[in-house]
């Protein structure tokens, strides 16, 4: 099993989701490499996709099957410097948390999505 983590990054109360180019809203974030820890692979992926800088805080709850080979991990994050950059994904967009519709997230996020709603 390899570990998918997505990156919920909140700023003064408002998390960062990334449209994905062929529909849902999503965590920016990839795949963990090997060698490479969950809090690693969520640096290097906030970098890669949004070009920002983040410290990565407390995950969001256990993990959630995607497939037979993948698992989501969400983890909690803040912005250190900058201002995310559009590179990957047909938009970006900071939701107040009772803004947030699971609905319209991937289906292995929504837990996610609810636990945001309840901790934000
Ligand atoms: N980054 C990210 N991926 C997610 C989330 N929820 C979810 O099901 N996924 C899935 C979509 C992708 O199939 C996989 C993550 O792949 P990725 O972000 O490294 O790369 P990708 O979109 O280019 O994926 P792929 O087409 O190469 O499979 O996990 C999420 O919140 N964030």
């Given at each position: 099993m390899q570990t998918?983590?997505?990156?919920?990054?909140?700023?003064?109360g408002l998390v960062l989701a990334a449209y994905r180019p062929d529909?849902?809203?999503?965590?920016?974030?990839?795949?963990?490499?090997?060698?490479?820890?969950d809090e690693q692979a969520a640096v290097r992926e906030i970098r890669e996709e949004l070009d920002l800088e983040i410290k990565v805080g407390d995950?969001?709850?256990?993990?959630?099957?995607?497939?037979?080979d993948y698992r989501l991990h969400v983890y909690?994050?803040?912005?250190?410097a900058g201002d995310p950059v559009l590179r990957e994904h047909s938009e970006l967009r900071w939701f107040?948390?009772?803004?947030?519709?699971?609905?319209?997230?991937?289906?292995?996020?929504?837990?996610?999505?609810?636990?945001?709603?309840?901790?934000?």
């Open positions: 998918v983590v997505g990156v919920a990054v909140v700023r003064d529909g849902g809203w999503e965590f920016p974030g990839g795949k963990v490499e090997p060698g490479e820890t995950s969001l709850g256990p993990g959630v099957d995607i497939s037979a909690l994050a803040t912005a250190v107040a948390p009772s803004e947030l519709d699971e609905n319209d997230w991937l289906e292995p996020d929504r837990p996610f999505v609810r636990a945001l709603r309840k901790q934000l």
